[in-house]
């Protein structure tokens, strides 16, 4: 393989180091900034999860070790065995969450489809209904804000407000995968309690956009999130002295730092961009954060693609058979993707 020595890592935000600052803060900790969080009593997590709830608009909050599990402690928090919860079908619930629902909360999952995320409410009434003449189990729908495998589009504040309507006129709970919802806040310029004032519960991910080595966070109501807590637990998830870990996210939290996702956004924006002025036989989505996703002709050998570009420093992933995702993210400069640009002139044409 003749690996360059320049790499571009465009597989995605999950692969983000910590910034400066947060060393800075992980070693001003010292005992009095720890303690036990199964116990509440970490007050670096404690600080945490208050600055989340506050900045998400929800009574509370909780620190939890992964956008997974913080999904499934929302899900078993919401539900109970032998419920039914709708999905989005091409949502990180229902493809790369190893059926979580199924095994642990024993729920029945069910998807609806969407166009770019965002739901039709004929055939959400029609699940429902249909749901209703037999046992009536759906409790929860979910969505994913912004959503990752329609190229990080931004579900906007009214399409919310409509489906919170919606849930409401039957009983039911919305739950946001917020992975990425400070992407859509910035991505819109507005503030982030708009799509989070439309949904009983969120799980944000501090590890993606935010450059944190690991952790989201769950909010909703404060009866919500102690039943989340205790859930957490039963997953493994009281994490002791986390505070090491969770000091990152107040830094990460900061108005200035959520902000930068900006950059992430024009420098995506930049990449599609020269990707369409190459003029090759594919589609390029117009990223409004920071995803870009190439569709390609189904006889063009997709493995050979990703392979030919990693071999040029440009890494990526394929997301099927016919995608492949680029993501922006903290580490990655405008320079970066000019580079990057350069590699896939050379190497892209040659492969279609
Ligand atoms: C939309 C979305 N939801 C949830 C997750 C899960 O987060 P984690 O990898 O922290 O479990 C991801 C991860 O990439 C994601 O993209």
Not at 170 to 192: C, S, T
Not at 206 to 211: N, T, V, Y
Not at 247 to 272: C, M, T
Request: with cysteine; net charge positive; proline share 3%.
């Amino acid at each position: 393989m003749n690996l360059s020595t320049r790499i571009v890592d465009l597989r995605s935000d999950t692969f983000t180091k910590p910034s400066e600052k947060m060393w800075k803060m992980l070693r001003s900790l010292d005992n009095s900034k720890i303690g036990d969080d199964v116990f509440g009593e970490d007050p670096t997590v404690n600080a945490l999860e208050e600055k989340a709830a506050k900045i998400i608009g929800k009574e509370a909050a909780l620190y939890v070790t992964s956008g997974t599990q913080g999904n499934l402690v929302s899900l078993l928090s919401h539900t109970s065995p032998g419920d039914t919860i709708l999905v989005e079908e091409l949502s990180h619930i229902y493809h790369h969450e190893l059926s979580g629902a199924t095994q642990i909360a024993g729920l029945k999952v069910k998807t609806y489809s969407s166009n770019m995320g965002v739901p039709n409410f004929d055939e959400l009434s029609n699940l429902i209904e249909k749901d209703k003449q037999k046992d009536s189990s759906i409790r929860v729908i979910c969505a994913e804000n912004t959503h990752n495998y329609h190229g990080g589009k931004i579900i906007r504040p009214n399409i919310l407000k409509d489906l919170h309507k919606f849930v409401e006129k039957h009983e039911l709970k919305l739950h946001l995968d917020g992975a990425r919802i400070f992407n859509a806040a910035v991505g819109l310029n507005i503030p982030v309690t708009d799509f989070t004032k439309e949904v009983d519960s969120v799980m944000f991910c501090l590890s993606k956009g935010l450059s944190c080595p690991v952790g989201s966070l769950v909010a909703g109501s404060k009866s919500f999130i102690s039943k989340a807590r205790k859930y957490r637990k039963i997953l493994g998830g009281g994490m002791r002295q986390a505070g090491i870990i969770a000091s990152f996210g107040l830094v990460a939290l900061e108005k200035n730092w959520i902000q930068r996702l900006e950059d992430d956004h024009k420098n995506a924006k930049l990449l599609a961009e020269g990707l369409k002025n190459m003029a090759l036989p594919i589609e390029v989505n117009n990223p409004e954060t920071n995803i870009v996703i190439i569709s390609i002709p189904k006889e063009v050998r997709i493995g050979k693609i990703v392979r030919k570009l990693g071999d040029a420093g440009i890494l990526a992933f394929n997301i099927d058979k016919q995608r492949i995702r680029f993501v922006t993210h903290f580490g990655i400069h405008k320079d970066d993707i000019e580079y990057a640009l350069q590699k896939m002139k050379m190497v892209l044409p040659n492969l279609f």
